[in-house]
């Protein structure tokens, strides 16, 4: 080509018999690739594990710690519910959209 615009229909879209497509990956490439990928999803797996680990021990500790007034039980739970379940909730939407795209 010498610089000339590809074709376009009357609706404005590249006209698909002009434009050129990337070389298809090679087997060694698409494995690699794979690879790669479970090996990111064990990386987030490990990750997601350790914030879980992280969290219940946090859960475990910071009960036992005393400072200032205490805060009744009934409260405690219904403001740990009140912030935790929607951070649960946009983690699940997040990860659910992960998994259509993949």
């Excluded at 992280?54 to 400072?67: F, K, N, Q």
């Amino acid at each position: 080509m010498t610089g000339e615009a590809p074709a376009r229909s009357s609706v404005g879209q590249v006209d698909p018999a002009v434009v050129m497509r990337p070389p298809r990956l090679g087997r060694q490439q698409r494995r690699v690739g794979r690879a790669l990928q479970a090996r990111r999803r064990l990386r987030a797996g490990i990750v997601q594990l350790v914030y879980v680990a992280g969290g219940v021990a946090l859960g475990v500790i910071i009960p036992r710690i005393s400072v200032g007034s205490p805060v009744p039980t009934s409260k405690a739970t219904e403001m740990l519910v009140a912030v935790g379940l929607p951070v649960v909730m946009e983690q699940e939407r997040t990860l659910s959209g992960f998994r259509e795209a993949a």
